[in-house]
């Protein structure tokens, strides 16, 4: 009697999934961007980024995933910033990406390319923000 083979499951994990979708779309919205189709820049770049966001969402509290979890984070902010016409709530939210990344355990290395992408949020949309609460 010949056994029959087991149905054939993917082998990629949900993580890897998000992350080749949001990729992808990003790849999609560089060349729109490139072509200066602003609208679908925007579209796919927004879509990448809930892509990019889920799956590092699914690491959050995953510290021992490291560098992963932080990687995931620090390129989700960056599609924001990829954005051709942000908001300020795209900004406020790759913030909140930046900090997920920095409250785990980066390497330092990650550490430094976050705090730079943080810096980069500033200079784009913090700069007419010039609020210091800790001298008020």
């Known amino acids: 009697m010949i056994a029959a083979e087991p149905p054939k499951t993917s082998t990629i994990n949900p993580i890897d999934e998000l992350h080749n979708k949001a990729m992808h779309l990003a790849d999609e919205a560089f060349y729109a961007k490139k072509k200066e189709d602003l609208e679908t820049a925007q579209t796919k770049y927004k879509a990448a980024f809930e892509y990019e966001k889920a799956a590092a969402m699914l690491l959050i509290n995953s510290y021992e995933t490291e560098p992963s979890r932080s990687v995931l984070f620090r390129s989700a902010a960056c599609l924001l910033l990829n954005l ?8 406020r939210e790759a913030e909140r ?9 980066p390497p330092a290395e990650i550490a430094v390319e976050l705090r730079e992408v ?7 949309w913090g700069n007419d ?8």
């Open 84 to 91: 051709p016409k942000p908001k300020p709530s795209d900004y």
């Open 97 to 105: 990406m930046i900090a997920f990344g920095l409250s785990g355990y």
């Open 118 to 124: 943080f810096e980069e949020v500033r200079e784009k």
């Open 129 to 136: 923000l010039e609020v210091n609460a800790c001298t008020k």
